[in-house]
């Protein structure tokens, strides 16, 4: 067991098959290779990808569907690639691939759902990528009015 220290979750033991891998990192953030998933049972269904190198760094997420629940998963050839697939042998959404929205949470503000770069992890091999979704979805998709109410 290895452990990884956190400011928001304290230390958390982890196995290495656990470590979600993002051989490109995340936008902004390329040198981050290496994050763990949370799930907070009191915080379902949001998700904590939680840098294993950075203590600090720590993004928070919904599964795609919760967001948006039509959401469509379009990935080019490049992603399609770095996750293991071919165009034709598209993953599924739920099945094969987890999908994850970054959100963007400031006070007084809405809440943002980045829908154009989703976080797309391979369930099997537990590799991920940020994709980019282009001329669909927006990186800013409001998703909590200020008062915490859904606009979605």
Known sequence: ???????FHGQISYRPQD???LSTGLFGFNNETEFLLLEVPSS???VFVQSVRSP???FISLPVQIVDSDYQLE??????QALGYSATSRPRLGRDVLCLALLTIRAKEATHANLQAPLVIDIRTHRGIQAMVV???SHRHP???PEGQLVC
Do not use: H, Q, S
């Open 143 to 145: 998703f909590l009015a």
């Open 75 to 80: 990935l080019n050839g490049d992603d399609l």
């Open 19 to 21: 470590v979600l891998e």
């Open 1 to 7: 067991m290895f452990t990884c220290k956190t400011r």
């Open 56 to 58: 600090n760094l720590c």
């Open 44 to 46: 379902k269904p949001i």
């Open 135 to 137: 001329n669909r979805y």
